[in-house]
């Protein structure tokens, strides 16, 4: 997906890495507002694209609506959340970091594949856990069309956890990562 939209606006599906992007001072406040309800309004009608389509799924799987799943509690499931979207911000920062070196011209064409693939290994560790929310839009967009109550009961830690993780990413990399002085081609 980043792949396709990463030349306009520079692959914005995701508000918790539009947040961090906007604590790192790459987004103004206007951008990031206007993208963070754009990509809201996308997973609604995204959810209630697939709601029509395969409406007996639907049902069945909770309309694809987070929760944390019996056997974790409220805090596993807000602390898989902020490390899940930690790991995805941060290597969002890494792979298209204008200061490291191995970003020559053909990079930014690849900077999609750590990003998929962090994504990957987050979906791995926490799908047992919350069903992998890490995008506040998408948890949304399933709660809104789903609307029944277990949809709703966890949706803060679909929100808090994300931008938690994501302001953790951005402060660490501004404060930490790029403190690190970078070694320059003489």
């Keep these: 997906m980043c792949l396709v939209f990463m030349v306009c606006p520079g692959g914005h599906i995701n508000p918790a890495v539009t947040f961090g992007l906007f604590l790192a001072r790459k987004l ?4 990031a507002l206007f993208y963070i309800v754009m990509q809201c309004l996308g997973a609604i009608c995204g959810a209630g694209v ?10 069945r799987v909770g309309g694809g ?3 944390v799943n019996h056997g974790y509690s409220k ?3 807000l602390g898989a959340e902020i490390v899940g ?5 941060y290597t969002v920062f890494s ?19 750590p990003i998929g693939f962090a994504v990957f290994l987050v979906h791995l560790a926490t799908i047992p856990i919350t069903g992998t929310g890490i995008n506040p839009a998408r948890s949304l967009g399933a709660a809104i069309i789903y ?14 956890g994300p931008f938690i993780g994501a302001a953790l990413a951005a402060l660490y990399h501004q404060i930490v990562i790029r403190a690190i002085p970078f070694k320059t081609r003489a």
């Excluded at 103004?28 to 951008?31: E, H």
């Excluded at 979207?85 to 911000?89: I, N, P, Q, S």
């Design 28 to 31: 103004s406040l206007t951008r």
């Design 50 to 59: 697939v709601k029509g389509f395969q409406k007996t799924q639907y049902e």
């Design 65 to 67: 609506a987070n929760v």
């Design 75 to 77: 805090g596993d499931g």
């Design 85 to 89: 979207t930690f790991v995805l911000v």
């Design 95 to 113: 792979a298209t970091d204008a200061k490291r070196n191995a970003r020559d011209s053909h990079v930014p064409l690849l900077a999609p594949l």
């Design 147 to 160: 609307n029944k109550d277990h949809a709703w009961d966890d949706q803060w830690i679909f929100w808090v």
